[in-house]
């Protein structure tokens, strides 16, 4: 059975500090994604990693994978108040069209002046 | 971009009622649809997984009987939470895949149940 596992499960950062938050997976996948939930809301898609060694920047976050650890980041630059959100990494457990996705507990981040 | 359509985004039914969630993916076929529960401050977690035309294949520990699934076309599913109860209240979250498109999330619909 695939295990998520995210650390920390809460962030408290002040602005303008860097941090990351790191996921790790149990068994073999080449797909992993990072997604924003702000309260009461859906799912918002930042990063898709496909393959060992992707990397992706989006403003302030980048994200990276590494199939071989089995580990993804995401990385926060000079956080701003508006990253506060809850995020989630998801992993494909098939890959392809077969799979489904499993997501961690969460991070709960909190960015304060 | 993929959108999915999820309707109603709130809804509150009396204990004993049925409640029906709609999803459809707008500009793409999707082959595949899944169902998530995210309690409070929780992870979403997986309910069922539904193809077009097949039956929903459901995690366990998921009543198949209390939450009906039904993915009729390929850009329609929908899950009707069956005599609910206020321990069904929760927020519900469809996604779709299809290939090319990869996930794309619905809104999510916040049931209570009184």
């Known amino acids: 059975e695939l295990k998520v596992e995210q650390n920390p499960l809460f962030l408290s950062m002040q602005e303008g500090k860097n941090y990351t938050i790191y996921c790790n997976y149990s068994?073999?996948?080449?797909?992993l994604y990072w997604y924003r939930q702000d309260p009461g809301k859906s799912l918002e898609s930042l990063f898709v990693?496909?393959?060992?060694?992707a990397v992706k920047q989006e403003g302030r976050l980048m994200a990276s994978l590494d199939t071989k650890a089995r580990l993804s980041t995401l990385h926060i630059t000079a956080a701003v108040h508006d990253l506060s959100a809850t995020y989630f990494c998801?992993?494909?457990?098939?890959?392809?069209?077969?799979?489904?996705?499993?997501f961690g507990k969460g991070t709960k981040l909190s960015v304060k002046p | 971009g993929a959108v999915v359509s999820q309707h109603p985004s709130r809804v509150i039914c009396k204990s004993g009622t049925s409640v029906k969630i709609e999803c459809r993916s707008l500009?793409?076929?999707?082959?595949?649809m899944f169902w998530y529960r995210q309690f409070p401050k929780q992870s979403l977690m997986l309910m069922a997984t539904?193809?077009?035309?097949?039956?929903?294949?459901?995690e366990q520990g998921v009543e198949k009987d209390k939450f009906l699934i039904n993915h009729a076309s390929l850009t329609l599913s929908t899950l009707t939470v069956t005599s609910a109860h206020p321990e069904d209240s929760s927020f519900y979250i469809c996604?779709?895949?299809?290939?090319?498109?990869?996930?794309?999330f619905g809104s999510g619909t916040r049931l209570t149940v009184v």
């Open positions: 998801a992993v494909d457990t098939l890959g392809g069209s077969q799979g489904n996705l499993i």
């Open positions: 996604s779709a895949r299809s290939p090319g498109y990869g996930y794309t």
């Open positions: 539904s193809n077009e035309g097949s039956k929903a294949t459901y």
């Open positions: 990693l496909l393959s060992n060694g």
């Open positions: 500009d793409f076929q999707a082959t595949t």
């Open positions: 068994t073999t996948s080449d797909r």
